[in-house]
């Protein structure tokens, strides 16, 4: 090919050998880095698609590759670059950063077949380290994807001298996917998982989105436009109608003006002495799929008087009904809850320690306080319980011309005072939070808290999906002889928050918007088919842990087992497969003319080097097509081919030791050929 010419199809078949598996192994490794692109530094995926564009225009321009001084700097200066960027070369980040680099810059030096094997290696770790940020069904497609396209570089890779075509290559590599699949399959059902050696990084799902441990106003509009999971329910049989699902989380009581935080944050098992939960009728028994928060908290409906069982965690529930875990939840959970819709917690009679429900500090909201001590000073609330005075605040937020948006613009100083007075429009924190100051101004503890309201049933698998974007904040108000008692004041202002399925959409996208426009119908079961998928594999796949891989040896007679004999039902089934594979080989070797299969094997290593034949054909009519095609280069096998041939048909075949150990002879000369 002319240097300059334009690349075209045409062009690209007519390439050298080397220039077009070059072309194929740097397209598939392209496609291993393109999901890292969101994780690495900018200046490393710049400088990944610059290398590797630059080793496509070498290949196809057959230009020289650069000298070993350009890679030495090259790399001194990427590895300063990653200390600088990540403050260490060593850990998750760093590590992934540096193997980028060191796949992508030896793709410059790529001159031999031990090269080849060095990025082949190098593009296999890159692969797996996609799943130290997602696990994600599509992800493991894409990689499913990558693997294939690596195998069959490395298939052609060792196929001989010619232009094979890759779609051979790619059969190959797709058989051997195939028939390692019952293998893999094995060892993903019985490996034994010991954490930390099995399982994904702590780290790895820093970033996530969700409930926070405190609350300033404004911070909980933008979970509502994350359409992300955060949990899946099954409930076990009818589940509560929708306005009843309130799952609660992190429960908020300090106030400094600005941000609400929580009153407890430790795990102490002597917390959960102190809730005084008691709980009437009949309860609710479901199980939670909870997605990674790297948040030491776990969500149930309200209130679960039983610890959920959370294999790997300790859990215990807070004073204020929050379950807590004795450590963040970095991957995916699976537990069953057990919650009572009817309940009472909290102390039922005064009590010094609610006091911390009332403060408020000095310098804020001044004009909420004012209201309160109008409604106090009101003749009609002279002697007004305290639930009198909480409908009170909830019928002014039915009629005071409240709204309830994402949008409500920016709050300052005095976030209640802007809500109750000036804007009057807020998300479900903005009103939580002014209700609870409202409150706590007419010297009644309240507090706030965070978690998920509602959610939907999908359709295809029947599991209820809550969605970040189901993040919710209602407060809680105490009264003698009640205790703590649930207040929701959003749905004074939009009933449809807590109602049938009305929520505020997060803006879609291009494609979202045309399909939802186009068929509604068919937009919402594609989604539900797609999470339905997903659910599957992050039940069967994403949270296959050691107890249920020790619920299987159960099935299977096991009284108590364990990891150990985990390794011996994995061993027994390695030796078993081992001695069936090594019987069924002896028997195929005995039914078939072992001189008959050496000159199949030579056929089929031809028909590799493009070098066709029919089965008629002798073994003296492909040495000659070897001679004819290869010349010298040929030599050696032309000689094994009329050796074989003799071996059949010479005056000499017909001794039987000779025969053996002619073939013998025959099978070495040929392991070393091919």
């Known amino acids: 090919m002319l240097k300059g010419a334009p690349f075209s199809a045409s062009a690209l078949r007519n390439l050298p050998r080397d220039s077009r598996d070059t072309l194929f192994l740097l397209a598939v490794i392209a496609w291993v880095l393109l999901p890292q692109a969101a994780h690495l530094p900018l200046w490393c995926s710049a400088l990944a698609a610059a290398v590797l564009a630059w080793r496509g225009w070498l290949a196809v321009q057959s230009r020289s590759l650069p000298g070993k001084w350009v890679l030495l700097a090259l790399l001194a200066l990427t590895i300063a670059a990653t200390y600088a960027t990540h403050k260490t070369l060593l850990g998750r980040d760093a590590g992934v950063t540096l193997l980028v680099v ?232 699976r537990y069953k809850a057990r919650s009572f819709p009817a309940f009472t917690h909290g102390p039922l009679q005064p009590d010094p320690g609610l006091q911390a429900f009332v403060d408020l500090p000095p310098g804020f909201n001044p004009r909420t306080q004012a209201l309160a001590d109008e409604i106090r000073r009101d003749p009609r609330h002279a002697q007004a319980s305290t639930s009198t005075l909480v409908q009170v605040a909830l019928e002014r937020l039915r009629t005071g011309g409240y709204t309830y948006t994402l949008e409500p613009g920016v709050f300052g100083r005095h976030t209640a005072d802007e809500f109750w007075f000036d804007s009057k429009q807020g998300f479900c924190e903005h009103i939580a939070s002014s209700f609870v100051i409202l409150m706590r101004a007419m010297n009644i503890p309240a507090r706030i808290v965070t978690g998920y309201q509602g959610g939907e049933r999908n359709s295809v698998d029947g599991f209820w999906v809550v969605r970040q974007s189901d993040a919710h904040a209602w407060a809680e108000v105490w009264q003698a002889g009640a205790g703590w008692v649930r207040v929701d004041p959003t749905s004074a202002v939009a009933p449809g928050r807590t109602g049938a399925f009305q929520r505020l959409a997060a803006p879609r996208g291009v494609v ?163």
């Open 512 to 674: 979202a918007e045309a399909l939802g426009n186009f068929s509604p119908t068919l937009s919402a079961q594609l989604r539900a088919t797609w999470e339905a998928v997903n659910n599957s594999w992050s039940q069967w796949v994403l949270n296959y842990t050691q107890g249920k891989q020790l619920d299987l040896l159960k099935n299977i007679g096991f009284e108590s087992p364990s990891w150990q004999d985990l390794s011996v039902v994995l061993f027994v089934l390695i030796v078993l497969t081992s001695l069936a594979g090594a019987a069924w080989t002896l028997w195929e070797r005995s039914q078939h003319d072992p001189w008959l299969r050496l000159l199949i094997r030579a056929r089929k290593h031809l028909a590799r080097a493009g070098i066709d034949s029919t089965p008629a054909a002798s073994p003296r009519h492909l040495a000659l097509q070897v001679l004819a095609r290869q010349g010298s280069q040929g030599q050696a096998l032309h000689d094994w081919l009329m050796a074989l041939e003799r071996q059949r048909y010479g005056a000499a075949s017909a001794s039987q030791p000779h025969h053996q150990r002619a073939l013998k002879q025959l099978r070495q000369q040929w392991r070393r050929l091919s």
């Open 102 to 333: 060191l796949l992508t810059l030896k793709t410059l030096e790529l001159r031999a077949r031990r090269d080849a094997f060095v990025v082949f290696f190098l593009g296999f770790f890159c692969m797996l380290s996609n799943f130290f940020y997602s696990q994600s069904l599509l992800t493991a497609f894409s990689m499913l994807l990558g693997l294939l396209g690596l195998l069959t570089a490395v298939v052609n890779a060792h196929m001989p001298v010619g232009k094979p075509p890759l779609a051979q290559a790619a059969k190959t590599a797709g058989w051997m996917a195939l028939l390692g699949a019952p293998i893999m399959l094995v060892l993903f059902v019985l490996f034994p998982r010991m954490a930390p050696l099995w399982g994904v990084p702590s780290d790895a799902m820093t970033g996530r989105s969700g409930l926070s441990a405190s609350m300033e106003v404004g911070t909980m509009a933008s979970l509502a436009l994350d359409e992300s999971v955060a949990m899946r329910i099954r409930f076990q049989g009818e589940p509560p109608p929708q306005r009843a699902l309130y799952f609660r989380g992190p429960v908020l009581s300090r106030f400094d003006g600005r941000q609400w935080q929580p009153q407890h944050t430790e795990f102490s098992p002597r917390h959960e002495l102190q809730a005084g939960l008691q709980v009437t009728g009949d309860p609710i028994d479901y199980e939670v799929t909870l997605e990674p928060s790297r948040q030491p908290w776990l969500i149930v409906l309200e209130a679960a008087a039983q610890r959920p069982e959370v294999p790997g965690y300790r859990s215990v529930m807070l004073p204020d009904l929050q379950w807590l875990t004795n450590r963040p939840i970095t991957d995916i959970v």
